[in-house]
């Protein structure tokens, strides 16, 4: 079992940048692949971004590229998600996953899920 909880979402202003953390319990989070997804209100759950277990594999949703960098902390358990370059459209609820299975775009390969952190961006 894996719980994961989200923080440092927030309002920024357009061309700003934030980071976002999330915080996993247990003693197997290095064992997970770990997800970034976004839900802006009226869509559905979209890929933002993978870090492989060891942190030696990364993926980004393809218009993510060159603006947003996951990271992870094996020893303190969390994971990262800097966002640069910030755009009105980046706006929705942010939320971590954890994979035991695979490194996926997927969602439905990821069992454990964050309660997610809002980020807005302003015009």
């Known amino acids: 079992q894996v719980q994961l909880v989200e923080s440092g979402g927030g309002l920024v202003q357009a061309g700003g940048s934030l980071r976002v953390s999330c915080a996993a319990s247990g003693r197997t989070f290095n064992y997970h692949t770990m997800g970034w997804f976004r839900q802006a209100p009226g869509r559905e759950r979209e890929f933002v971004a993978y870090i492989s277990r060891s942190g030696g594999m990364t993926d980004y949703a393809d218009s993510l590229k060159g603006r947003f960098t996951i990271s992870r902390d094996n020893a303190e358990n969390t994971v990262y998600l800097q966002m640069n370059s910030l755009k009105p459209e980046d706006t929705a609820v942010y939320y971590c996953?954890?994979?035991?299975?695979?490194?996926?775009?997927?969602?439905?390969?990821?069992?454990?899920w964050g309660r997610g952190t809002q980020v807005t961006v302003s015009s």
């Open positions: 996953a954890a994979s035991r299975d695979r490194s996926s775009r997927m969602p439905l390969w990821y069992a454990y």
